[in-house]
């Protein structure tokens, strides 16, 4: 089985930057892509930024220039480095990895458990 570890998330004020990361554990084959997602209270969850193992990204509209997305495929980690933080920004943050558990599988998607982030004075 696969759990994605999330940290990083807190209180921040706006114009602030935070740093998330998500490590991938337990038994698999290989990690394709990995992502960062956010759901805000009575939103639906909105992609963040993606990033595939050879290291091909895609951030959304909203967060391009402030967001980063990054990866450390040793260490099946993740991260999202956040700057320049708004209020808009506030929701739960979610890791997702596109993982492989054995060769002849294919890729299925796992959520961590979310990490808040509140971007307020």
């Known amino acids: 089985q696969v759990q994605l570890v999330e940290s990083g998330g807190g209180l921040v004020q706006p114009g602030g930057s935070l740093r998330l990361s998500c490590a991938a554990s337990?038994?698999?084959?290989?990690?394709?892509?990995m992502g960062w997602y956010r759901q805000a209270p009575g939103k639906q969850r909105e992609l963040v930024a993606t990033?595939?193992?050879?290291?091909?990204?895609n951030h959304a509209d909203s967060v391009k220039g402030r967001f980063t997305i990054s990866r450390d495929n040793a260490k099946n980690t993740v991260y999202l480095q956040m700057s320049s933080l708004k209020p808009e920004d506030t929701a739960v943050y979610y890791c997702n990895a596109d993982i492989r558990l054995r060769l002849f599988d294919g890729g299925m998607d796992y959520w961590g458990q979310g990490t808040l982030v509140t971007v307020s004075s």
């Open positions: 990033i595939t193992s050879g290291g091909s990204t």
């Open positions: 337990g038994s698999f084959f290989a990690i394709a892509a």
